[in-house]
């Protein structure tokens, strides 16, 4: 039995049943990150004082950067196949899935020098609250990693029997990332700014 | 969403313009960071650039500039439901909270010696 709206789109709605899905779980997802950024208003409007300058601003921009430019190759790897052109859709997948790789990178590195120095989750308000928005962070990037090799390994097949829906699958995986990449774009200044 | 080969050849010169835009505005932030200016001027300087940011990508790599009316139906519930949670901490400041608040009559009973 065949997926119903998976291409063509539904009367009522207008949209494919994939496309209202993937907003409907994001909206779910900013609810989430609120639900974060508010507990990280009331910790830090009531603490007596919060550390500045813990962080390394220079590999959270670095970080930035990266996660920008994952957003940029993602578009191109759908815009690609909108194109028909295979080739530099892999080309533009593959860019983005070993940019969010070297974001992890990073990350590890900096956890590893907090930890190193004793700053873990337990020794302050402010790094509970920066392992926790930015651990969570870090597991949504896993998730798109996860999500992306799917479809440079057996979800690529798709494209040969029903390019259209493939098209569309890495459309929703784009609209995912681009979320991923918005929440950072707040974290940064945030955490490591402010 | 566009499809024809024409209009996406197009959307790539923006999605191109919009990704420099958005290293220039990280550039912006981080270097007024270096200015040392007041907690409320940064965090609203801050929060300014971040939310164009933030913007940029949902409007043109997110396709929100033209999308169908059940997509910003749901996303005006999301903001609504996000406006709720931003103003809890605004809360957290109105309750009484671990703050003493005698009994009712024990006010009395304290002076009449009982």
Known sequence: MNIPYTVEERPDTGLTNG?????????????LFGALFSTYIILRTGAPEWPHGELNVVLGAVNTVILITSSVT???????????????????LIATFVLAGVFLVNKYFEYKDH??????????????????????????????????????????????????????????TGLYWHFVDLVWIFLFPILYLL | MHS????????????????????????????????HFGVPVAVTVALIIATMKGSMVASIFMHLSHE??????????TVLGFLILMTVP?????????????????????????
């Open chain 2, 4 to 35: 024809d080969s024409a209009a996406v050849k197009k959307s790539i010169r923006t999605y191109m313009m919009v990704g420099l835009a958005l290293l220039v505005f990280t550039g912006i932030t981080v270097g007024a960071n270096q200015f």
């Open chain 1, 115 to 172: 930890f190193d120095k004793g700053e873990t989750p337990a020794h302050s308000t402010f790094t509970a609250i920066y392992f926790t928005l930015t651990g969570l962070h870090g597991i949504h990037i896993l998730g798109g990693m996860v999500v992306m090799l799917y479809f440079l390994g057996p979800g690529a097949k798709l494209w040969q029997k029903n390019p259209d829906q493939f098209a569309n699958r890495i459309e929703y």
């Open chain 2, 68 to 77: 169908k009316k059940w997509i910003y139906g749901a996303l005006i519930l």
């Open chain 1, 19 to 31: 496309k209202l899905g993937i907003w409907l779980f994001l909206a779910s997802e900013v609810m």
């Open chain 1, 74 to 92: 993602m578009v191109m790897a759908w815009a690609t196949l909108k194109l028909k052109d295979w080739a530099k859709h892999r080309l533009y």
């Open chain 2, 90 to 114: 605004i809360f957290t400041t109105l309750d009484t909270i671990g703050q003493h608040v005698p009994a009712i009559g024990g006010a009395a009973a304290e002076h009449s010696g009982h």
